[in-house]
């Protein structure tokens, strides 16, 4: 595996240090009925509650206010099908500079509005990963704005671990630590994290089954390319990168794949009990832990719900 440079805690820290005064510092919230249902104890670090709905308000945060003055001047660009999107358009408002967002057509509407509503410049493009890069290139030549990567981006993953490092500070006893993992930005961070605070904590992933390239690529120790993905969960689309498939497989203990109803049902289980929303990708951690039921009977889990920026017209419930 190439020589990539892996974030350190140290690392994690400084990040959590320069994005605190721009994102919340969000809740962790349990459920009697939950745990009933899970036979364990969970603990659910609440990102639903975060900046533009979502976890990758942190990462983007730390990634904008870590460029010097002139590159911050040309702004920043990437393409994403909406919440690292609608992240790096709040960052760069904060920051004070040009969004600029190569987005899918077929994005979903609550997204496609956030990101308008930061103020980012978007067009449009197919919901093809060679018209997003073709795009984003487009951009780049025109404006000279730095690209920055939705997961497979060294501060990007520093600002992801922030969730684990607060979670872990609001409840230090966990056995178990579980996040949803597409693109392995905020896997990445919350192993890196984890497995410092705690050398034997268990570090798992969700993932669905019908976007598996993590879970393929962690079992054969090589990156497997990505087969169409066709998920509720449309926050796990993207394909490992480099970065991040290098960093889960040093710190992630096991990634656990699950099927479309178990992520309905799961998302539909957290709505109704816990009285929060979450979107698809949130649910799909839960519906890991109650898949293994067995393997996490007694313990204690911090579950990452990674955001809530559900379609309301278009719930799969």
Same mark, same amino acid.
């Given at each position: 595996?190439?020589?990539? %440079?892996?974030?350190?805690? *140290?690392?994690?820290?400084?990040?959590?240090?320069? $994005?605190?005064?721009?994102?919340?510092?969000?809740?962790?919230?349990?459920?009697?009925?939950?745990?009933?249902?899970?036979?364990?104890? !969970?603990?659910?670090?609440?990102?639903?509650?975060?900046?533009?709905?979502?976890?990758?308000?942190?990462?983007?945060?730390?990634?904008?206010? @870590?460029?010097?003055?002139?590159?911050?001047?040309?702004?920043?660009?990437?393409?994403?099908?909406?919440?690292?999107?609608?992240? !790096?358009?709040?960052?760069?408002? %904060?920051?004070?500079? %040009?969004?600029?967002?190569?987005? &899918?057509?077929?994005? &979903?509407?609550?997204?496609?509005?956030?990101?308008?509503?930061?103020?980012?410049?978007?067009?449009?493009?197919?919901?093809?990963?060679?018209? #997003?890069? *073709?795009?984003?290139?487009?951009?780049? #030549? *025109?404006?000279?704005?730095?690209?920055?990567?939705?997961?497979?981006?060294?501060?990007?993953?520093?600002?992801?671990?922030?969730?684990?490092?607060?979670?872990?500070?609001?409840?230090?006893?966990?056995?178990?630590?579980?996040?949803?993992?597409?693109?392995?930005? !905020?896997? @990445?961070?919350?192993?890196?994290?984890?497995?410092?605070? %705690?050398?034997?904590?268990?570090?798992?992933?969700? *993932?669905?089954?019908?976007?598996?390239?993590?879970?393929?690529?962690?079992?054969?120790?090589?990156?497997?390319?990505?087969?169409?993905?066709?998920?509720?969960?449309?926050?796990?689309?993207?394909?490992?990168?480099?970065?991040?498939?290098?960093?889960?497989?040093?710190?992630?203990?096991? $990634? $656990?794949?699950?099927?479309?109803?178990? $992520?309905?049902?799961?998302?539909?289980?957290?709505?109704? #009990?816990?009285?929060?929303?979450?979107?698809?990708?949130?649910?799909?951690?839960?519906?890991?832990?109650?898949?293994?039921?067995?393997?996490? #009977?007694?313990?204690?889990?911090?579950?990452?719900?990674?955001?809530?920026?559900?379609?309301?017209?278009?719930?799969?419930?």
């Amino acid at each position: 595996m190439e020589d990539l %440079k892996i974030p350190s805690f *140290e690392d994690i820290e400084k990040a959590h240090i320069r $994005i605190e005064p721009y994102i919340h510092r969000t809740p962790v919230m349990s459920s009697s009925a939950i745990n009933e249902i899970a036979g364990c104890k !969970l603990y659910f670090k609440c990102e639903n509650f975060q900046k533009a709905g979502a976890f990758k308000a942190r990462g983007a945060i730390n990634a904008v206010f @870590s460029l010097k003055e002139e590159e911050a001047a040309k702004g920043v660009a990437t393409h994403s099908s909406g919440n690292h999107a609608a992240a !790096l358009a709040l960052a760069a408002m %904060k920051r004070g500079i %040009k969004a600029y967002i190569a987005m &899918p057509e077929t994005a &979903p509407e609550v997204k496609k509005k956030a990101v308008a509503g930061y103020g980012a410049e978007i067009r449009y493009c197919k919901p093809t990963l060679e018209s #997003r890069e *073709e795009t984003l290139n487009q951009i780049i #030549r *025109e404006t000279g704005a730095t690209f920055i990567h939705a997961y497979n981006d060294f501060n990007i993953v520093c600002g992801q671990g922030t969730a684990a490092r607060e979670l872990m500070q609001q409840q230090g006893d966990l056995d178990i630590i579980v996040a949803p993992v597409g693109g392995g930005g !905020l896997l @990445s961070g919350t192993a890196i994290w984890a497995k410092h605070e %705690k050398p034997d904590i268990t570090v798992i992933a969700g *993932e669905p089954e019908n976007a598996d390239d993590a879970y393929r690529s962690f079992v054969s120790g090589e990156l497997q390319p990505a087969v169409p993905p066709n998920t509720v969960a449309d926050g796990l689309l993207m394909p490992l990168g480099r970065l991040t498939f290098k960093i889960i497989c040093k710190y992630t203990d096991e $990634i $656990i794949t699950v099927d479309e109803p178990a $992520i309905v049902s799961a998302m539909q289980l957290i709505w109704e #009990r816990m009285k929060i929303i979450v979107e698809p990708s949130s649910a799909v951690a839960l519906a890991a832990v109650i898949k293994r039921k067995e393997e996490f #009977r007694g313990k204690k889990a911090g579950i990452i719900v990674s955001g809530g920026n559900a379609d309301l017209r278009k719930l799969p419930f």
